[in-house]
């Protein structure tokens, strides 16, 4: 199975400020299928990318992803005061579909 | 623009089953893969499985191997997943989801407690 982790496991920012994401995965996604989405409490995961690099409909353009292989990140250019919650990786590359564990981004 | 409303939430015995339903909206039922993901409480999010609607075939986490049924009926555009041998680690929200770029539409959830 192949494995992601996210890093850090909590990060505490400031509105304004800039938000770094890490994913590393075990071994190589395959065609960077790689997606990231965004969960705030009560509610259901929201995709903001995919294809690594690609914003689903509808995603401020503050954020991006990047990567390939085996290496991935979530960036926030500057954090609105609605993008505190916690963000997840995801592979959709294999046959068994892989989350990581989680980043919460919260209020400094 | 896909919409996928879910059956209410369940209450359950150690060792029953439950059966959970997710109706399809507004977008062709058999054009996406449709998939199962599951988040216990304060935990994060877990794949069980999917479905290929045209094609009917399924495929599922290892984890959930012979203990989860994902099925699709087309006349109804309604998926359901079957999740059997329920124990209490089995309490978590529910969530259906169809994939055409990644998982992009997610139902509301479905709330199954497992409890004696």
């Known amino acids: 199975e192949l494995v992601l982790t996210q890093s850090p496991g909590t990060l505490s920012l400031s509105p304004g400020e800039r938000a770094t994401l890490s994913c590393r995965a075990s071994q190589s996604v395959s065609n960077n299928y790689l997606a990231w989405y965004q969960q705030k409490v009560g509610q259901a995961p929201r995709l903001l990318i995919y294809?690594?690099?690609s914003r689903a409909t509808g995603i401020p353009d503050r954020f991006s992803g990047s990567g390939s292989g085996t290496d991935f990140t979530l960036t926030i250019s500057r954090l609105e005061p609605e993008d505190f919650a916690v963000y997840y990786c995801?592979?959709?590359?294999?046959?068994?579909?892989?989350f990581g564990p989680g980043t919460k981004v919260d209020i400094k | 623009q896909v919409r996928l409303v879910q059956s209410g939430a369940e209450v359950k015995k150690p060792g029953s089953s439950v059966k959970i339903s997710c109706k399809a909206s507004?977008?062709?039922?058999?054009?996406?893969?449709l998939n199962w993901v599951r988040q216990a409480p304060g935990q994060g999010l877990e794949w069980m499985g999917g479905?290929?609607?045209?094609?009917?075939?399924?495929n599922y986490g290892e984890k959930f191997q012979g203990r989860v049924t994902i099925t699709a009926e087309r006349s109804t555009t309604t998926a359901y997943m079957e999740l059997s041998s329920l124990r209490s680690e089995d309490t978590a929200v529910y969530y259906c989801v169809s994939a055409p770029a990644a998982f992009d539409y997610w139902g509301q959830g479905t709330l199954l407690t497992v409890s004696s």
């Open positions: 294809g690594a690099s």
């Open positions: 507004g977008g062709s039922f058999t054009s996406y893969p």
């Open positions: 479905i290929n609607p045209i094609l009917q075939r399924a």
């Open positions: 995801q592979q959709y590359g294999t046959s068994s579909i892989t």
